[in-house]
């Protein structure tokens, strides 16, 4: 059983729920970014939650069933067709062998997960299959032509019709955040701006973190996020969520594959439970965090 | 020993310390007796980082943990250090020799005759930042990192020396070159170098 593709689009990679245990090693925990997406792919189809698929960044992907197949498409909100049908998203799909899925643009949401039955069954790295784009670990970013080999079904595909899912949404992305471990090092009134304002993210965001660019000028004086320490920091831990500031005063939210260790004070860190928000969040979207 | 416990979202917590010798004693005994739930330990240099699975050790449990944990100051008495053959060929030799204003030999000689440890790891799998109990082989990094440096290479910068566990963009000073793999990933473990161990560099032709 296996899958091959055809077009991964602008990125395609197989992620599970990553590796976290490696961190004094340099590794991150990487995995998934949308993590319930994936879960929910899962569970539609019987699989183990942690079953690898395939983490696609913004559509643009097609691929082939080589043998019959179940798969669910999860995440992002967009058109897709398999054999040239639309079928629906968030719910388990039987491909007959040789049917071609092709995924397009979403219209909401930046990446969605491709869920097949008996996961796939890549070259585990460290106990994941998670490509990690900043160690390098993992299987490599999926090319036209990639045969994916996929596991054994588990449980059978259960019988459900329909699950309710909101889709991300094309507005503001209200997070959630807590109070950084270095929220002291920046002034109250950069605390309170940090909280206050509308961010919008960067197109220069990856897996490794969101880069978010302030406020146009005008409400706030610049540097909005002024340290009231401005001694250099000593490397310390980050953890997927911790939002670096870094000294041109911009914020980054690390991701699942950040470094573990960073040298810029992290005045925030937003609650796991947004995390799966912000991987669903574009460029040129608005950002907020509120207290958690 | 001084112990701060800061909040790091919530699923973990940084412990600060006074300095990289406590990072490494109160780590040492963290390391030796992790209860249940505790997902990462990781060291770096002011601080520790405790990630836990907050469904079976919640933070609450985790700083309690951190708090009455005692250091352990001493490492074990029958600890053997890492053997690191280099040949010391680095492209930095002569120009970190004379910034510390000392001959190419005693460079070599005080690399070698030195007790590193592992203080941590971070800027890529199976990196370590070595540090030893003298400053004698600080130096800035290079102005201009290079885009590319080879596996292998043995750096100094600041008060750490390191070794690159593969190529990558690098702005230590470089001094020689390390046949030795670091990194693995199919290994158990996967890296030659693990916080908090013992690394001795030897000179090879």
Redesign the interface.
Known sequence: MSLRVLDPGALALVEDLGR????????S?SGALDRAALRLGNRLLGNDEGSAGVELLLGGFAARFETETWFALTGADGPAELDGQPIDTHRAVRAPGGAVLRVGRPGRGMRSYLAVRGGIAALP??GSRSRDVL?G?GPEPLRAGDVLPLGDPGAPVPPVDFVPVSAPTLGAVELRA?????ADWFTDAAVEAFHDAEWTVSAESNRVGVRLDPPAAGRHAAPLLERRVTAEL??????A??VQVSPDGRPTVLLADH???GGYP?IA????ASLDLLAQARPGQTVTFRR? | MSLRILPSGDRALLAELGGLEEVLSLYRALDAARPAGVVDLVPAARTIGVVVDPAVLPLSAAQAWVERTRPIDSPPADEVPVDLPVRYDGADLAEVAGILGLGVRDVIDLHTSSVWRVAFGGFAPGFGYLVTDHDRLRVPRRATPRTSVPAGAVGLAGEFSGVYPRASPGGWQLIGTADAVLWDAAADPPALLRPGALVRFREVP
């Open positions: 976290p245990g490696w961190a004094a090693l340099g590794v925990p790295v460290l160690s670990l807590h109070h950084g471990p270095r000593p490397s310390e831990p980050m953890v969520g911790s470094p573990v260790t992290v860190v937003v609650a796991e958690a």
